[in-house]
């Protein structure tokens, strides 16, 4: 069997500053890989680039999938050899449209998929365009299904998924504290349904009034934690899945031990 390490950054966001976002996100990239080199993915939350409050200029800093700062992000993805998914907000090349959107680059810094998060806000209809398709993607150590914040709540989108047999469920979020019971809750029951691991990755903070929770986790097709970053910004945590094959994730096997509990690795969150 083969070990995959997957990492997942509890980020705060500069608000409305891309350009800081890409240099901070660079750094923090390098550092994960000076300490974790073997890391195989570096997962982001939502809107990571451009942090989730700021929606009056969001039409003036979004960014197209051409864009310079996806560029950058994706010289960082070859230069350290890792694969990354970033929360974007994204501007279509061809149509006057904003999409909040989230970017899967490979290891070698090519954009491999694109997702557009299907179940906005009502304050993010405001000003984004919602997406109308899944994403899977295919990667040596498995499928990867991609969803924004509130898709996790929905059942079409996890159906989805489970129908084609995803490996990995990536949940990449700006949830707020207030609704803090509804993330517990959603990530371990698309874990169960979908008989998969759940990665959900969330900012935390303030941004504008709102509060955000933190609690970026890693969740096994049991519906256990079994890693959990709580109250702490610009941290993150990781973990080493077991794969018998290109496509196969042994999460079930890998998890039989009660020794896998949050409080067991609470310890392990590293500061960057």
């Given at each position: 069997?083969?070990?995959?390490?997957?990492?997942?950054?509890?980020?705060?966001?500069?608000?409305?500053?891309?350009?800081?976002?890409?240099?901070?996100?660079?750094?923090?990239?390098?550092?994960?890989?000076?300490?974790?080199?073997?890391?195989?993915?570096?997962?982001?939350?939502?809107?990571?680039?451009?942090?989730?409050?700021?929606?009056?200029?969001?039409?003036?800093?979004?960014?197209?999938?051409?864009?310079?700062?996806?560029?950058?992000?994706?010289?960082?993805?070859?230069?350290?050899?890792?694969?990354?998914?970033?929360?974007?907000?994204?501007?279509?090349?061809y149509e006057d449209k904003i999409y909040n959107s989230l970017i899967y680059i490979g290891k070698d810094g090519i954009v491999q998929g694109n997702y557009r998060k299907i179940n906005l806000l009502h304050n993010e209809k405001k000003i984004f365009y919602p997406g109308n398709s899944c994403k899977v993607i295919k990667t040596e150590f498995g499928k990867l299904g991609l969803l924004l914040g509130w898709d996790v709540i929905f059942s079409m989108p996890s159906k989805y998924y489970a129908e084609e047999s995803t490996d990995f469920l990536i949940v990449s979020a700006a949830w707020e504290k207030l609704y803090s019971n509804q993330w517990n809750f959603n990530m371990k029951n698309r874990a169960e349904e979908n008989s998969c691991a759940v990665i959900g990755v969330n900012t935390i903070g303030s941004c504008g009034d709102i509060s955000l929770l933190g609690r970026t986790l890693f969740v096994n097709s049991r519906g256990n934690s079994i890693k959990v970053c709580e109250d702490k910004e610009d941290v993150y945590i990781s973990y080493s899945f077991k794969i018998k094959s290109m496509s196969h994730i042994d999460i079930n096997n890998e998890f039989d031990s009660e020794e896998f509990s949050e409080e067991a690795y609470m310890d392990e969150i590293i500061e960057i």
């Amino acid at each position: 069997m083969e070990d995959v390490k997957i990492v997942a950054v509890q980020y705060k966001s500069i608000l409305g500053n891309i350009k800081e976002n890409v240099l901070k996100i660079k750094n923090i990239i390098k550092n994960i890989m000076k300490e974790q080199p073997d890391s195989r993915l570096i997962i982001f939350p939502e809107l990571a680039l451009s942090g989730y409050d700021c929606f009056g200029d969001m039409k003036n800093i979004a960014e197209t999938i051409e864009g310079d700062a996806i560029n950058d992000i994706c010289a960082i993805a070859k230069e350290e050899k890792v694969s990354l998914i970033v929360g974007y907000p994204e501007r279509d090349v061809y149509e006057d449209k904003i999409y909040n959107s989230l970017i899967y680059i490979g290891k070698d810094g090519i954009v491999q998929g694109n997702y557009r998060k299907i179940n906005l806000l009502h304050n993010e209809k405001k000003i984004f365009y919602p997406g109308n398709s899944c994403k899977v993607i295919k990667t040596e150590f498995g499928k990867l299904g991609l969803l924004l914040g509130w898709d996790v709540i929905f059942s079409m989108p996890s159906k989805y998924y489970a129908e084609e047999s995803t490996d990995f469920l990536i949940v990449s979020a700006a949830w707020e504290k207030l609704y803090s019971n509804q993330w517990n809750f959603n990530m371990k029951n698309r874990a169960e349904e979908n008989s998969c691991a759940v990665i959900g990755v969330n900012t935390i903070g303030s941004c504008g009034d709102i509060s955000l929770l933190g609690r970026t986790l890693f969740v096994n097709s049991r519906g256990n934690s079994i890693k959990v970053c709580e109250d702490k910004e610009d941290v993150y945590i990781s973990y080493s899945f077991k794969i018998k094959s290109m496509s196969h994730i042994d999460i079930n096997n890998e998890f039989d031990s009660e020794e896998f509990s949050e409080e067991a690795y609470m310890d392990e969150i590293i500061e960057i």
